[in-house]
């Protein structure tokens, strides 16, 4: 019984001593693999003064270049993989922080600046105040020559309630016959030129701020054929008007497109102080531009015209035809206006044309009435070109444009019935 005493007695204490030396020995693995890992790496302080030294240098980075992996010997951690790739350099404050590869991007892809250091070229992120920049808006400082006045208004047309809103917003560099301008805005809609409506009077100032609104009720139906008239008036000492200028502003489909508000500006134009010819007559501009061989025409109105009215609901357009050796090349027609004998059209046409045909090229401008039925008639027409075809106001028109290329030439011109060309 003594015996086996003694065998479990030894037995126990052996087991204990075998787990105390297995215990032992791996602390003094783990310490040995310690010791190796954060063995100090061979010319690690060279490394780091030449990162410090190149850091205080102002030299241009290498885009593509690579330092080889260092580690500074006051480091208590191992670099996780995630983190590799990277190096590191010292702060001011005697610390050390790691740096991304290629910290310095390519030198072509930095904005420019006038210093040459290094910090400041290496700035990134930076935001560019010159790209934010609205454009400088110059429609109230830059004024042509000759110019009466400009007058800004808004147009806005609601198509539920019919009805045409009108703001009438302000006017600048109006050109006064006495020494101070006292001015007001009376509003038509064309072709009634009977009814109109009428803003405050300005007191004293040639550019007034006026900020009205106006209401005219108008069908859909016809809206688009409509057009708005703004004449300015200064108003003198003894309540007289003066007519200053005036805006004729066709309303078209895209004009009044979306139900939405839109500011407008016009220069205003003098008033024709002639009569209309016997048969009316037909304002335009002519342009054309050598280096595109492009001939342009610009159908601005129509006035005095001498419509057919016994024939029911009547519309106006323009046809306007190229020539050449009095043979027809191409045909183009404006937007019909309704019932007015002074309409107005502001639409533009482009004819492809060679220089070298220009001597026996011609342009045919023909007013044409629409009746009911779908029947037409040709209330006159304009006919502009060489020596060859025209003379007097028509050749003038013709030889200021070839003389003014790229440049928009305005004439007003007498229709004649087709019998008399």
């Given at each position: 019984?003594?015996?086996?005493?003694?065998?479990?007695?030894?037995?126990t204490?052996?087991?204990?001593?075998?787990?105390?030396?297995?215990?032992?020995?791996?602390?003094?693995?783990?310490?040995f693999?310690a010791?190796?890992?954060?063995?100090?790496?061979?010319?690690?302080?060279?490394?780091?003064?030449?990162?410090?030294?190149?850091?205080?240098?102002?030299?241009?980075?290498?885009?593509?270049?690579?330092?080889?992996?260092?580690r500074?010997?006051?480091?208590?951690?191992?670099?996780p993989?995630?983190?590799?790739?990277?190096?590191?350099?010292?702060?001011?404050?005697?610390?050390?922080?790691?740096?991304?590869?290629?910290?310095?991007?390519?030198?072509?892809?930095?904005?420019?600046?006038p210093?040459?250091?290094?910090?400041?070229?290496?700035?990134?992120g930076?935001?560019?105040?010159e790209?934010?920049?609205?454009?400088?808006?110059?429609?109230?400082?830059?004024?042509?020559?000759?110019?009466?006045?400009?007058?800004?208004?808004?147009?806005?047309?609601?198509?539920e309630?019919?009805?045409?809103?009108v703001?009438?917003?302000?006017?600048?560099?109006?050109?006064?016959?006495?020494?101070?301008?006292?001015?007001?805005v009376?509003l038509?809609?064309?072709?009634?030129?009977?009814?109109?409506?009428?803003?405050?009077?300005?007191?004293?100032t040639?550019?007034?701020?006026?900020?009205?609104?106006?209401?005219?009720q108008?069908?859909?139906?016809?809206?688009?054929?409509?057009?708005?008239?703004?004449?300015?008036?200064?108003?003198?000492?003894?309540?007289?008007?003066?007519?200053?200028?005036?805006?004729?502003?066709?309303?078209?489909?895209?004009?009044?497109a979306?139900?939405?508000?839109r500011?407008?500006?016009?220069?205003?134009?003098?008033?024709?102080?002639?009569p209309p010819?016997?048969f009316?007559?037909?304002?335009?501009?002519?342009?054309?531009?050598?280096?595109?061989s492009?001939?342009?025409?610009?159908?601005l109105?129509a006035r005095?015209?001498?419509?057919?009215e016994?024939?029911?609901?009547?519309?106006?357009?323009?046809?306007?035809?190229?020539?050449?050796?009095?043979?027809?090349?191409?045909?183009?027609?404006?937007?019909?206006?309704?019932?007015?004998?002074?309409?107005?059209?502001?639409?533009t046409f482009s004819?492809?044309?060679?220089?070298?045909?220009?001597?026996?090229?011609?342009?045919?401008?023909?007013?044409?009435?629409?009746?009911?039925?779908?029947k037409?008639?040709q209330?006159?027409?304009?006919?502009?070109?060489?020596y060859?075809?025209?003379?007097?106001?028509?050749?003038?028109?013709?030889d200021?444009?070839?003389?003014?290329?790229?440049?928009?030439?305005?004439?007003?011109?007498?229709?004649?019935?087709?019998?008399?060309?």
């Amino acid at each position: 019984m003594a015996e086996q005493l003694a065998l479990v007695i030894g037995g126990t204490i052996g087991g204990l001593l075998l787990l105390l030396l297995i215990g032992a020995s791996c602390c003094l693995w783990r310490r040995f693999c310690a010791t190796l890992t954060y063995e100090e790496l061979p010319g690690t302080p060279a490394m780091a003064s030449a990162a410090a030294s190149s850091g205080q240098q102002d030299r241009p980075c290498q885009p593509h270049a690579r330092t080889q992996l260092s580690r500074p010997p006051d480091v208590p951690f191992v670099v996780p993989p995630s983190l590799q790739g990277r190096d590191w350099v010292p702060l001011h404050s005697g610390e050390w922080t790691h740096a991304p590869w290629d910290s310095c991007p390519a030198s072509e892809l930095l904005p420019h600046t006038p210093s040459g250091g290094l910090g400041d070229a290496c700035m990134v992120g930076a935001i560019n105040p010159e790209l934010y920049k609205f454009p400088e808006d110059k429609s109230e400082t830059d004024f042509p020559a000759g110019c009466l006045g400009r007058l800004w208004f808004s147009v806005e047309y609601e198509q539920e309630a019919e009805r045409l809103l009108v703001g009438l917003i302000k006017a600048r560099h109006l050109q006064a016959p006495s020494e101070t301008c006292s001015p007001l805005v009376k509003l038509y809609l064309l072709p009634d030129e009977r009814r109109f409506l009428q803003s405050k009077t300005k007191r004293k100032t040639s550019n007034p701020q006026f900020d009205e609104h106006f209401i005219f009720q108008v069908s859909s139906k016809t809206v688009t054929q409509r057009v708005l008239k703004f004449s300015v008036y200064h108003v003198d000492r003894q309540r007289k008007h003066q007519l200053l200028g005036q805006v004729l502003f066709p309303l078209k489909n895209e004009t009044l497109a979306g139900d939405c508000r839109r500011v407008i500006w016009r220069d205003l134009e003098a008033e024709s102080l002639e009569p209309p010819s016997e048969f009316g007559d037909l304002q335009f501009c002519l342009s054309y531009n050598d280096y595109l061989s492009r001939l342009t025409v610009v159908v601005l109105r129509a006035r005095g015209l001498q419509l057919q009215e016994d024939r029911g609901i009547v519309s106006v357009f323009v046809k306007v035809s190229l020539m050449n050796h009095n043979k027809f090349v191409k045909c183009k027609k404006t937007s019909a206006v309704l019932g007015s004998i002074n309409p107005v059209y502001n639409e533009t046409f482009s004819f492809k044309a060679d220089a070298t045909e220009l001597d026996t090229a011609s342009l045919s401008l023909t007013v044409v009435q629409n009746t009911e039925g779908d029947k037409s008639q040709q209330l006159g027409r304009v006919v502009v070109g060489p020596y060859m075809y025209t003379r007097g106001r028509e050749l003038e028109h013709w030889d200021e444009m070839l003389s003014k290329p790229k440049e928009l030439v305005k004439r007003w011109h007498a229709l004649c019935r087709i019998t008399e060309l």
